[in-house]
C-alpha cells in the first residue's frame, strides 16, 4: 500500500513549457485535490475530484487543468508554464468519516519554471 | 467561501515551555477542524483533529481547543521539544454537496530553542 505516489519529486521548466504532475493512489479513495505551497501562503486548493469523472476548481485553478479519468490518477496539468507557479505542489486524497475529512498527501513536487 | 486565519506566523519557545497556536474561521458551517505538522522539505502530517460537538482534545503533550460562538480554535503544545520545530498549519473544513473541503490557515513555524 504505497498511499499517494507523486512524480517527478522536482522539476525545472522554462517559460511557456508544458508538463503534467502525475499523483496516482491505491487506497481507493474517491476524494482527490491538488494544493500548491507558497512561503508563507499555506496550502491553496487549485482543483479537486470527488470521483472519477468529475472535477472541480478550488481557490486558484488558472493555468492548471486537471482529469479524472479513473479513481486512482489526478494528473495536473500546466498548459504553459510561466514564472508564478514556482510552488511545492501536494496532491491528496481525503477519506470523509462522519464528520471528520482526513486529508492523504504525497511526497510533494518541487517545481521551478524559469 | 471559508477563511482561515493563524497566527502568530513565527513562535520561538524555550525547550521545555508550552507553545500555543490561533486560528480563527469565517464560516459558521465548518464542523471538522484538523492540525497539520510540516516538517522542512516533508508532507504535512495530521497530528490532531475536533469535530465541531467537541470543545477540547488532548493527545499526550497536544491538545485543541475549539469555540465555535467565537470561531476560533487552538493548538497547545507542552514541554516543548526541539523535535516539535516545524511548520503547523489549522484548517477547517465546511460539507458541501461536493464533500467536505478543507481551507488552511498561512501556517506557524515552530522553533524549540534546546
Known amino acids: 500500500n504505497a498511499g499517494v505516489t507523486q512524480t517527478p519529486k522536482f522539476q525545472v521548466l522554462k517559460t511557456g513549457q508544458s508538463m503534467t504532475l502525475q499523483c496516482a493512489q491505491d487506497?481507493?479513495?474517491?476524494?482527490m485535490s491538488w494544493y500548491r505551497q507558497d512561503p508563507g501562503m499555506g496550502l491553496r486548493l487549485i482543483h479537486y475530484?470527488?470521483?472519477?469523472?468529475?472535477?472541480d476548481q478550488g481557490e486558484v485553478p488558472n493555468g492548471y487543468n486537471v482529469s479524472r479519468s479513473t479513481t486512482e490518477d489526478f494528473p495536473l496539468r500546466l498548459l504553459s508554464a510561466a514564472p508564478s507557479q514556482t510552488s511545492v505542489y501536494f496532491c491528496?486524497?481525503?477519506?470523509?468519516?462522519?464528520?471528520?475529512?482526513?486529508?492523504?498527501f504525497g511526497a510533494g513536487t518541487r517545481l521551478s519554471v524559469l | 467561501g471559508e477563511n482561515v486565519e493563524q497566527h502568530p506566523s513565527t513562535l520561538s519557545v524555550q525547550e521545555g515551555d508550552s507553545a500555543v497556536i490561533k486560528c480563527t474561521y469565517s464560516?459558521?458551517?465548518?464542523?471538522?477542524f484538523p492540525w497539520y505538522k510540516q516538517e522542512l522539505g516533508k508532507r504535512p502530517q495530521l497530528i490532531i483533529d475536533?469535530?465541531?460537538?467537541?470543545g477540547e482534545k488532548k493527545d499526550q503533550r497536544i491538545a485543541v481547543t475549539l469555540n465555535k460562538t467565537a470561531k476560533h480554535f487552538s493548538l497547545h503544545i507542552t514541554e516543548t521539544q526541539p523535535e516539535d520545530s516545524a511548520v503547523y498549519f489549522c484548517?477547517?473544513?465546511?460539507?458541501?454537496?461536493?464533500?467536505?473541503?478543507?481551507?488552511f490557515g498561512g501556517g506557524t513555524r515552530l522553533m524549540v530553542k534546546p
Open positions: 491528496a486524497t481525503f477519506k470523509r468519516e462522519g464528520a471528520k475529512n482526513i486529508q492523504y
Open positions: 475530484s470527488v470521483g472519477a469523472g468529475i472535477t
Open positions: 464560516d459558521s458551517a465548518s464542523n471538522y
Open positions: 475536533i469535530r465541531s460537538n467537541v
Open positions: 487506497m481507493n479513495h474517491e476524494y
Open positions: 484548517a477547517a473544513s465546511i460539507p458541501t454537496d461536493a464533500g467536505n473541503m478543507l481551507t
